[in-house]
């Protein structure tokens, strides 16, 4: 088992045993949806209620070690909680809130990523929605790559009816169109 396989592993038994609700998102699942790319690091969100950030910081900080100093603070101001697995590989845990990651999370994969467990992975769609968000040019190359492998398979309403929802919260129709252009030079298809 390679030390991704066994990074995820050790997530997974934290968020079973403390019954957090969790999905593998970014470079690992593009893996499994996509074109595989080498990735750095594990990204996972897990969803956690208005009012417990702190507490859910403080376990996984008690089990994770922390990458930087005052990890507990940065983590409570940016959301995201900066970790190394017990062989030194990355973990980026993003703090979700309910909405749109509880929906995500209703739509998680079970998938074995070659290690002891069935894991949870955020579905192709949410993926797509957390690039098309992001709008790095590597998530616009990953889009492209997710279109190409599910196609027709995709939920594309879905898809459309979140990227609308953050184009207005952002104000950029510019969200959608990362979906869009590349659904339609692919696939041939018109809203």
């Known amino acids: 088992m390679n030390q991704y396989a066994k990074a ?5 038994e934290f968020f ?10 970014g470079g690992i699942a593009l893996q499994y949806w996509g074109e595989p ?19 859910i910081l403080q376990k996984i900080l008690s089990v994770f070690t922390p990458r ?20 030194g590989i990355e973990i980026d845990i993003s703090l979700g809130i309910p909405g749109y990651e509880e929906k995500m999370m209703g739509r998680t994969v079970e998938c074995n990523l ?8 955020c579905s192709a769609e ?4 957390h690039k098309a968000v992001a709008g790095r040019p590597q998530d616009l190359a990953d889009i492209e790559s997710i279109i190409m492998r599910q196609g027709e398979k995709l939920d594309e309403a879905y898809i459309r009816f979140w990227l609308d929802e953050f184009s207005l919260l952002l104000e ?18 018109d809203e």
Not at 37 to 55: M, Q, S, Y
Not at 177 to 183: D, G, I, S, V
Request: one cysteine or more.
């Open 8 to 12: 995820i592993d050790e997530l997974h």
């Open 16 to 25: 079973d045993r403390e019954g957090i609700s969790y999905a593998i998102i």
């Open 37 to 55: 790319r080498f990735t750095r690091d594990i990204d996972v969100t897990v969803l956690v209620d208005l009012g417990k950030d702190e507490i």
């Open 68 to 87: 930087i100093s005052d990890a507990l603070k940065f983590a409570l101001q940016n959301r995201v909680c900066l970790v190394r697995s017990r062989d």
């Open 114 to 121: 070659g290690g002891s467990y069935n894991v949870k992975i």
């Open 126 to 129: 949410d993926l797509i929605i």
């Open 172 to 189: 950029t129709k510019e969200v959608l169109e990362r979906f869009e252009n590349p659904w339609r030079r692919l696939l041939g298809e």
